[in-house]
């Protein structure tokens, strides 16, 4: 017997329909996204794209239970490897890596191709959980100073890919883990003003040019709307079109003919909006909600420091992708590019989540600190 | 750290979650539930275009149902700026594949149009051109090939003048036509019949709406809106009657130009007309140009054409003035006659001198004189020593009176564009308004000028014509008339053109009688005699030739048939023909020959006996006409309708 019935009696029922439903909702709406084929000219399967997503959520699906049948502190005793490993890989990538759309974050294995930056962060939230439940204290300007460090080096590589989202919510994971792990408000709050101070310096001197006009269409889509405006304005306008009960299912004219952009991957919210309307995209909301409040409450139940700080920062993960992309689609947020959890096409992310899932709910399961 | 801390502080992170998807949730309220109106109609109109459907235009037919002018379908390459990514680029791209310099694409996208309407860039390009556009198609987005109908001038340049041509609306008349509902690169005509006709043969534009996908390339019809076709404008001109014109002038102008004599010869006019009713039934202008180059761009060398000597841009029958030589003599009589100037028995004497003024006749250059003469005798050598006489028997007020009676001075008010020339009768208040001390008197010799047509009196060739029709008609003046009907698509008539009288010469029977005597002598042993040798048709005619200042003589030719109940009055003006005798009077009869249907060298008898051989008369043989099988029983043409 692999898994104890009585630790299976444990399981987090409302975690594994929330994220099972968005699972779903995504299969769907990446088959409506794609099956008349994205852009001119593609006429493939109509399934193909489904097919890809339904397999990365199978293989998703597998590794998550794998992780149940093991206790979640088995991850705490392989941090060493996980680290050098996540290390190696992220940096394999730089110079063996496939290049899509700018960012060199790809390994090329047949006809798939894998984005170790989706498992760098899982990587880097078991290996962050462990550095801060077994360092020295993260008040101390040293213990801060060290968390930090843990934490810049695999964003610094992937920075490097061009890949400033994942880089961002590397950050974001960081405070919230850091947070909970007890580090002074107030020094965290000096950390970002230190950042804030420091953008303009980064604006101008470290971004691409392409991520500057990204940011810049962010402040005014319309300055450019043929161009890097483009993208927010279609999705809004899709979003916008979508009204309260949407255009129905397949039926987003945006989506459909093509208007929007990567409708299929970053901007899939605004398919949501546009053929489910706001009835949908605030359903599509409240299983994050779910998600999310099933995550921290794993957080709070969790039988030591480690498994805290590993729901931590799986909530903090999650809770990143969806502002940072549901807020681009709704010109909230620049756009960065980061995929929405459990619902944008992309077997690596897809798995990658759900391998998070998978502790969180190995982590709820085997809350009690007193076993039988 | 105290579990209540840590506690505390997953707190804070669950606040966090709630605010954020708060934020989120309401921006999709602001978007999806206050604002979603507005997005929807953003994203109707990002997949809606509407293509306009041009209306094809009206057909120009002659009298006899024969097109002139049809449509055809040509393809246009039309832009849709708002669809393209980088218009340099597709600018570069398209300029060679449409052979057009760059700097024309721009400026034709400079023009102010409506979002998301196509600009046309180019008209009637070659299936080729199409074809590779097609095969560039994903790298030339916002490119359209449209189907549209262009104009087609059957015949060429044939009554081009007339007919007039289309061409792209300009700023000014777009200001003019707005309410009418024209648009930056409609097509409007611009000269002749397609000009005064244009409410007639335009039509109603109709439209497509189409779902587009982001590439501007239609996914599916959502509605259209059938373009109604323009109505077909019947004109009173005979093709056939128009074709004889049109090859009569140019075969002569060819011919005159080659000899030394009359080398100068390269520009003309011939109108053929119904007295009876004002009906133009030719006209022609001549070195003419062909209308079918302005479908679509104009060549340079189309353009180099159009600014040559002598130029084929203005209508001679109507837009330019001549003095009309001895041609004008017909009123000179008509007032001596009227004024009880002159009578039958009147004689004169010609020795090629005007013993009072010592002004010459034309025998003189020959040294001798015409001799003993009556009226109709004068009339017929067209004897200048008789007209000096008379003129100073009426004097130039009565003469300008009747010039002015019978439409001369004023447009004759054809409904044309551009309309028809004033021409110009001079007589003592015109010297009084526009010469200074002197000058303003008016001399003796000047009346004996206007009396033989010379001088400062001008008339067009139409003037003339309807001067000739009015002797012909017995005194009744008409409007001259290129229009007969206007019938819509489905055949109604929309609109008849009856013949309008613009009033009546107040001359008797008797003194019109005493002139078509003259006129007919003229035809048979005067002036025309020798073009009009052998021709069966008792004929009323009268020759010029007009001096002018600046280079060889007009030359003219003005008449009617048949004599006693005439149903064609023919003009001919051949610039610096030297001679109306030798120019003019041989295209007229060439004219006559095909009105009267004697134009075949050997008339084919219809083999099924069906009786008559076609006496002289309307009508005629003709196996090349259009439609001759629709006459009955046999090869007979059926006569030019009235």
């Known amino acids: ?372 | 750290m105290p579990e209540s801390t840590v506690q505390q502080r997953l707190k804070h992170v669950a606040y966090v979650i709630v605010a954020v998807l708060v934020v989120l949730a309401s921006r999709l309220w602001y978007l999806q539930i206050m604002r979603g109106d507005a997005y929807e109609a953003l994203s109707q109109g990002n997949r809606v275009r509407v293509i306009p459907v041009p209306a094809p235009r009206g057909k120009i037919l002659d009298r006899n149902g024969v097109p002139l002018v049809t449509s055809r379908m040509a393809f246009s390459v039309s832009i849709v700026p708002q669809d393209v990514p980088d218009m340099e680029a597709t600018v570069a791209r398209l300029a060679p594949i449409l052979g057009m310099p760059p700097e024309r694409i721009r400026e034709k996208l400079a023009a102010p149009r409506r979002p998301f309407e196509p600009i046309r860039l180019k008209t009637d390009v070659d299936p080729a051109v199409v074809t590779t556009i097609g095969e560039q198609r994903t790298d030339l987005p916002g490119v359209v090939v449209e189907e549209i109908p262009v104009r087609n001038y059957v015949y060429g340049d044939f009554a081009s003048h007339l007919i007039g041509f289309i061409r792209e609306i300009d700023a000014s008349e777009l200001k003019s036509y707005k309410e009418k509902g024209y648009r930056p690169g409609d097509l409007i005509g611009k000269v002749g019949i397609e000009r005064v006709c244009e409410d007639y043969l335009r039509g109603v534009d109709g439209g497509e709406q189409v779902e587009v996908n982001s590439l501007a390339q239609p996914i599916k019809v959502l509605g259209s809106l059938a373009p109604v076709p323009g109505s077909d404008v019947v004109l009173t001109i005979d093709e056939r009657l128009q074709a004889a014109a049109e090859r009569a002038l140019s075969e002569q102008l060819e011919a005159l130009s080659k000899s030394p004599k009359t080398r100068n010869a390269r520009a003309g006019a011939v109108i053929a007309m119904d007295p009876r009713t004002g009906e133009i039934l030719a006209m022609t202008s001549k070195p003419a140009y062909d209308p079918n180059m302005f479908v679509g761009e104009v060549s340079p060398e189309d353009l180099k054409f159009l600014s040559s000597t002598p130029s084929p841009q203005p209508n001679r029958a109507t837009s330019y003035a001549y003095p009309p030589g001895s041609a004008f003599k017909v009123i000179t009589t008509l007032a001596a006659l009227e004024r009880h100037k002159v009578t039958m028995d009147d004689r004169f004497v010609c020795t090629g001198r005007d013993p009072e003024s010592g002004k010459l006749c034309w025998t003189a250059e020959r040294g001798r004189g015409h001799g003993k003469q009556d009226l109709i005798t004068g009339i017929a050598n067209s004897c200048n020593i008789v007209f000096y006489e008379l003129g100073r028997r009426v004097g130039i007020d009565d003469l300008a009176m009747y010039a002015r009676m019978f439409g001369l001075g004023r447009p004759t008010g054809i409904d044309l564009f551009p309309g028809d020339a004033s021409g110009l009768v001079p007589d003592r208040a015109w010297k009084r308004l526009n010469f200074k001390g002197y000058d303003q008197r008016w001399y003796p010799t000047e009346t004996l000028d206007v009396a033989i047509g010379q001088g400062a009196l001008l008339v067009t060739p139409l003037q003339l014509a309807n001067v000739y029709a009015t002797i012909a008609a017995g005194g009744m003046v008409h409007v001259p008339e290129v229009v007969r009907r206007v019938v819509s698509p489905d055949g109604r008539v929309m609109r008849e053109f009856p013949p309008k009288v613009a009033g009546s010469v107040n001359v008797s029977r008797e003194s019109l009688d005493i002139l078509k005597q003259g006129l007919a002598k003229v035809v048979s042993e005067g002036t025309a005699a020798a073009a009009f040798t052998g021709f069966p048709v008792p004929t009323a005619g009268k020759t010029g030739t007009a001096q002018n200042p600046v280079g060889d003589s007009h030359g003219w030719f003005a008449g009617f048939a048949p004599l006693d109940h005439p149903e064609i009055v023919v003009v001919v003006l051949v610039e610096h023909g030297t001679g109306g005798s030798l120019a003019a009077a041989p295209v007229a009869r060439k004219v006559m020959d095909a009105y009267f249907g004697l134009d075949r060298e050997k008339p084919e008898t219809p083999g099924s006996g069906t009786g008559a051989e076609p006496g002289p008369g309307p009508a005629g043989s003709a196996q090349d006409m259009p439609g001759a099988g629709l006459a009955p029983s046999g090869t007979e043409r059926p006569p030019i309708s009235r």
């Open chain 1, 1 to 372: 017997m692999l898994l104890d019935r009585r630790l299976l009696r444990n399981l987090d029922h409302s975690l594994v329909f929330g994220v099972l439903a968005l699972c779903l909702v995504g299969s769907v709406i990446v088959f409506s996204a794609t099956r008349g084929g994205i852009g001119p000219g593609s006429s493939q399967d109509p399934l193909y794209f489904v097919k890809k997503q339904v397999a990365a959520f199978v293989l998703g699906s597998l590794a998550c239970v794998a992780i149940l049948t093991m206790d979640y502190r088995l991850a705490e005793k392989a941090h060493r490897v996980l680290y050098v490993g996540n290390i190696c890989l992220l940096a394999l990538v730089l110079v063996v890596g496939h290049r899509i759309s700018g960012a060199q974050s790809w390994f090329r294995l047949g006809p798939v191709a894998v984005q170790p930056s989706e498992l760098a962060k899982v990587a880097l939230i078991l290996t962050l959980a462990h550095h801060l439940a077994e360092a020295e204290d993260v008040t101390t300007r040293r213990g801060l100073v060290l968390a930090f460090a843990h934490a810049a080096i695999p964003a610094a590589l992937v920075l490097l890919q061009n890949d400033l989202g994942t880089a961002l919510v590397f950050g974001g994971i960081t405070f919230a883990m850091l947070y909970v792990a007890g580090a002074k408000a107030k020094d965290l709050l000096a950390v970002l003003a230190a950042g804030a101070l420091a953008s303009p310096v980064v604006f101008f001197f470290l971004l691409k040019d392409y991520q500057r006009a990204r940011l810049l269409a962010f402040l005014n889509p319309y300055a450019d709307p043929t161009g890097t405006g483009y993208n927010v304005i279609q999705s809004t306008i899709a979003i916008g079109s979508g009204r309260f009960f949407g255009k129905g299912l397949f039926h987003g004219t945006q989506a459909q003919l093509n208007f929007l952009p990567a409708h299929h991957t970053d901007f899939i919210f605004s398919v949501i909006g546009e053929e489910l309307g706001f009835i949908g995209a605030v359903a599509v909301l409240a299983l994050y909600g779910l998600v999310l409040w099933r995550c921290v409450r794993a957080a709070a139940c969790a039988k030591d420091a480690f498994g805290r700080l590993v729901a931590t920062g799986v909530a903090a993960m999650l809770l990143f992708h969806v502002l940072v992309n549901v807020g681009m689609t709704m010109s909230l947020m620049p756009v960065t590019g980061i995929p929405l959890p459990f619902l944008s096409y992309g077997g690596s992310s897809l798995m990658a989540n759900l391998i998070a899932v998978g502790f969180v709910l190995d982590i709820y399961m085997r809350r009690q600190k007193i076993l039988f």
